[in-house]
């Protein structure tokens, strides 16, 4: 069998391919008549077309030692062969992480500037806490997408030999992750596994997520918390009072930090109360910056949150780095759940409107008005579906209108994945999870070929 691994995406399949190659832990079919460059530790394919000024380069690397988890390892990948070498400082978009044969299998990409002119590279990281192997593709143009596409579609792993493969036995340690019973829920996963060793929960007004003697809830929206109020500070107390105070006693050492100079409006909130449902003091953390949502962290005391997330109130004025949030906003992330067939059924959709009022520059007179909407519709019954996107957009009175629909059979062959067989006349899989709102659920939704960000969907009926 083999495990084929496309950018983000992993498929299964049984097919043969005629000329193929090994390197290393890898079996693939190299591009037809790509200049090879074999080094000791990387194979490298590559074409480039004077003509049209477009370039592509596929690079094969030989495995080594694992780090122990696929996060450290996909990070590890990133800095030493891209990051580094091509000065790429944002951090890259990336898939959910995969499971085949033993092998973990994370993707990401990114853009930097070549030759004074832009570029996408995309890597494939794949690790069973022994070895890991990564596969690269660089390109500056979306012309060369099938072409690796088809080559790795003929990508093979051995079938990994690690012990005790998916699985890192933790150490040994005094403390316990607390554990939450999940709310009763028609969905199927009510609790997430991270790589990291968080583990999340959904509860009915947050979901937790635990590790060791940390304890992070993740509060749903609520309308309840008056956000009126240009002040921070009273915005930032509010949350305070609806959110925390009603579930401890004993406050002390209560401290609001005005943060720095970031736009995103960072709100830090720290004290030591008393829990009563263990009846110890700890030290409790509520933070909110930009889209994050409440986030409220739960300590043995103060030392602990620190060394954790490297936020120290004490110590934290205008001239601190925006970055220091990071650890703590990452958080928001972790309200994640798998995906089964029986969630999906219904339909799902997800709308986008707005417009823009054009006025003369010289007399104030208005010069029109340009609007635009679209929604994406999938509508999911046993396994199969039926798929429409409808636009709309230009100025108010000569307004255009597109769309186009399919149908099919659809499978989700990873609780983190839905394969679709026909969306604008061909196959796609989508990244897919979903997060927790009061009551609800929402799905989201992110080509795995096309890594630019995931689509909301909410059930409409």
Same mark, same amino acid.
Request: hydrophobic share 35%; charged share 20%; net charge positive.
């Given at each position: 069998?083999?495990?084929?691994?496309?950018?983000?995406?992993?498929?299964?399949?049984?097919?043969?391919?005629?000329?193929?190659?090994?390197?290393?832990?890898?079996?693939?079919?190299?591009?037809?008549?790509?200049?090879?460059?074999?080094?000791?530790?990387?194979?490298?394919?590559?074409?480039?077309?004077?003509?049209?000024?477009?370039?592509?380069?596929?690079?094969?690397?030989?495995?080594?030692?694992?780090?122990?988890?696929?996060?450290?390892?996909?990070?590890? @990948?990133?800095?030493?062969?891209?990051?580094?070498?091509?000065?790429?400082?944002?951090?890259?978009?990336?898939?959910?992480?995969?499971?085949?044969?033993?092998?973990?299998?994370?993707?990401?990409?990114?853009?930097?500037?070549?030759?004074?002119?832009?570029?996408?590279?995309?890597?494939?990281?794949?690790?069973?806490?022994?070895?890991?192997?990564?596969?690269?593709?660089?390109?500056?143009?979306?012309?060369?997408?099938?072409?690796?596409?088809?080559?790795?579609?003929?990508?093979?792993?051995?079938?990994?030999?690690?012990?005790?493969?998916?699985?890192?036995?933790?150490?040994?340690?005094?403390?316990?992750?607390?554990?939450?019973?999940?709310?009763?829920?028609?969905?199927?996963?009510?609790?997430?596994?991270?790589?990291?060793?968080?583990?999340?929960? @959904?509860?009915?007004?947050?979901?937790?997520?635990?590790?060791?003697?940390?304890?992070?809830?993740?509060?749903?929206?609520?309308?309840?918390?008056?956000?009126?109020?240009?002040?921070?500070?009273?915005?930032?107390?509010?949350?305070?009072?609806?959110?925390?105070?009603?579930?401890?006693?004993?406050?002390?050492?209560?401290?609001?930090?005005?943060?720095?100079?970031?736009?995103?409006?960072?709100?830090?909130?720290?004290?030591?109360?008393?829990?009563?449902?263990?009846?110890?003091?700890?030290?409790?953390?509520?933070?909110?910056?930009? @889209?994050?949502?409440?986030? @409220?962290?739960?300590?043995?005391?103060?030392?602990?949150?620190?060394?954790?997330?490297?936020?120290?109130?004490?110590?934290?004025?205008?001239?601190?780095?925006?970055?220091?949030?990071?650890?703590?906003?990452?958080?928001?992330?972790?309200?994640?759940?798998?995906?089964?067939?029986?969630?999906?059924?219904?339909?799902?959709?997800?709308?986008?409107?707005?417009?823009?009022?054009?006025?003369?520059?010289?007399?104030?007179?208005?010069?029109?008005?340009?609007?635009?909407?679209?929604?994406?519709?999938?509508?999911?019954?046993?396994?199969?579906?039926?798929?429409?996107?409808?636009?709309?957009?230009?100025?108010?009175?000569?307004?255009?209108?597109?769309?186009?629909?399919?149908?099919?059979?659809?499978?989700?062959?990873?609780?983190?994945?839905?394969?679709?067989?026909?969306?604008?006349?061909?196959?796609?899989?989508?990244?897919?999870?979903?997060?927790?709102?009061?009551?609800?659920?929402?799905?989201?939704?992110?080509?795995?070929?096309?890594?630019?960000?995931?689509?909301?969907?909410?059930?409409?009926?």
């Amino acid at each position: 069998m083999k495990y084929i691994v496309f950018l983000l995406c992993i498929f299964i399949s049984v097919s043969a391919f005629s000329q193929q190659e090994t390197f290393d832990l890898i079996t693939y079919t190299p591009p037809k008549g790509w200049k090879k460059e074999a080094k000791e530790n990387v194979v490298g394919y590559s074409v480039v077309d004077n003509a049209k000024r477009t370039w592509c380069r596929i690079s094969v690397y030989r495995s080594t030692t694992s780090k122990g988890a696929i996060d450290q390892d996909f990070t590890s @990948e990133w800095n030493d062969l891209i990051a580094k070498p091509y000065q790429i400082t944002k951090a890259p978009q990336t898939s959910t992480t995969q499971d085949a044969a033993g092998w973990k299998i994370k993707g990401g990409s990114g853009t930097f500037v070549f030759n004074n002119s832009d570029a996408a590279v995309l890597l494939t990281t794949m690790s069973d806490n022994s070895r890991v192997v990564s596969i690269t593709a660089m390109t500056n143009s979306q012309d060369y997408m099938p072409v690796i596409e088809r080559f790795v579609e003929t990508v093979s792993l051995k079938k990994s030999t690690a012990s005790n493969v998916g699985t890192k036995p933790a150490a040994a340690s005094s403390t316990t992750t607390p554990k939450a019973t999940p709310v009763k829920s028609s969905y199927k996963f009510t609790t997430t596994n991270f790589d990291d060793g968080w583990v999340a929960t @959904e509860q009915a007004d947050w979901v937790q997520v635990a590790k060791g003697n940390l304890k992070v809830l993740l509060h749903y929206p609520t309308n309840r918390i008056d956000v009126s109020s240009s002040d921070v500070k009273i915005i930032a107390n509010n949350a305070w009072n609806i959110l925390v105070a009603p579930r401890y006693s004993n406050l002390k050492n209560f401290k609001l930090t005005n943060g720095n100079l970031d736009y995103l409006r960072p709100m830090f909130m720290s004290g030591n109360v008393s829990d009563p449902s263990t009846g110890k003091v700890v030290y409790v953390v509520l933070f909110k910056r930009g @889209e994050s949502g409440w986030i @409220e962290v739960v300590a043995p005391d103060k030392n602990t949150f620190v060394q954790a997330f490297g936020v120290d109130n004490d110590v934290i004025d205008n001239t601190v780095s925006m970055s220091i949030w990071e650890p703590l906003q990452k958080m928001a992330g972790y309200n994640r759940f798998g995906v089964a067939i029986s969630d999906l059924i219904g339909k799902w959709t997800n709308n986008f409107s707005g417009m823009t009022q054009y006025v003369n520059v010289y007399t104030g007179a208005s010069a029109g008005m340009d609007t635009h909407s679209s929604a994406q519709v999938f509508v999911f019954s046993g396994n199969s579906y039926q798929w429409q996107i409808s636009s709309a957009s230009g100025f108010v009175g000569s307004i255009k209108f597109q769309g186009a629909k399919s149908n099919g059979q659809f499978k989700v062959p990873t609780n983190w994945q839905i394969y679709f067989s026909d969306i604008e006349a061909k196959p796609r899989t989508y990244d897919a999870y979903f997060s927790c709102i009061k009551g609800a659920r929402i799905l989201w939704l992110q080509d795995s070929a096309y890594p630019i960000g995931f689509t909301a969907y909410g059930r409409s009926e």
